[in-house]
């Protein structure tokens, strides 16, 4: 049984056949589904989908590009959602410097916000980095923060040495199958324990589905590809994960 550690079920993508998205994963195998929020409103959306569906787990916060949308006042909102319904983790959060859509300063300040909020009702942070490693490991460097997620990892092997000095964990998505991809070379050199796997659907969706909407199905290409790499047979591994996304999230996942 398999965790998708990281998706948008909650966008308009699925808004005609969300049941059937569900169904189709939950025939391969997938038991569990994390709803990550980008904005105020995604984040609203996952917890009503946490509300409906006992197997979707709802995360809030303001990925780095929205944070242009939004002032401060914005982290009383999400606190009342978290009064409201606990989610499973804080964010997306962290810095995306490969499109100049929101100030890095304001990025920065956002980031830190949600390192403040985690830390508060100690919970694990979802971490959206590209392009802004060396930035986010000066901040992160700075705290005493531990075991959170860097989700869809895109960095380097000095990057992966870097930030399991955090006890990092690594969130492998359909990246790892493209052609000539970077990941592919760097799987083997992160823990194997740090190690999960999502989707970040409706994106990235993977090798032979690139190109069309991502669905949680599609974690079994990502999946065998991981299991190729690694060497490992694909029910070792699949336990592998499910320990590895329980101790991140620090939740049972009873479901599974």
């Known amino acids: 049984m398999i965790i ?30 994390i709803v990550i929020g980008f904005d105020l409103q995604s984040s609203i959306k996952a917890k009503e989908l946490s509300q409906k569906y006992d197997f979707i787990h709802p995360v809030y916060g303001i990925h780095p590009y929205d944070t242009k949308e939004y002032d401060i006042s914005v982290f009383s909102e999400l606190e009342d959602l978290i009064r409201e319904f606990p989610p499973l983790a804080i964010g997306e ?4 410097y490969y499109r100049d859509i929101s100030p890095k300063d304001k990025q920065k300040n956002f980031f830190n916000r949600h390192i403040e909020l985690a830390s508060r009702y100690n919970l694990p942070l979802v971490i959206h980095l590209r392009d802004a490693f060396n930035d986010a490991y000066d901040i992160m ?32 998505s359909g990246i790892v199958t493209f052609k000539n991809n970077e990941l592919s070379k ?3 050199l ?24 991502n669905e949680p199905a599609n974690l079994s290409f990502i999946l065998e590809t991981i299991s190729n790499l690694l060497g490992k047979d694909k029910t070792h591994l699949i336990n592998m994960l499910l320990e590895n996304t329980r101790n991140a999230y620090r939740y049972s996942f009873n479901e599974c």
């Not at 959060?93 to 995306?96: F, P, V």
């Not at 992160?190 to 909407?213: M, W």
């Open 4 to 33: 998708d550690s990281h998706c948008h079920l909650q966008m308009e993508d699925y808004s005609n056949d969300l049941p059937s998205v569900l169904s189709k994963a939950k025939e391969n195998g997938i038991c569990s589904f």
């Open 93 to 96: 959060t962290g810095l995306d």
């Open 141 to 172: 460097k700075g705290t005493n923060r531990r075991n959170d997620i860097l989700h869809c990892f895109t960095g380097q092997e000095n990057d992966i040495n870097r930030f399991s000095e955090f006890n990092m964990y690594f969130g492998i």
């Open 186 to 188: 760097l799987v083997n």
């Open 190 to 213: 992160i823990p194997q324990d740090r190690i999960l796997i999502e989707t970040d659907s409706p994106y990235l969706a993977p090798v032979p589905k690139r190109g069309k909407r």
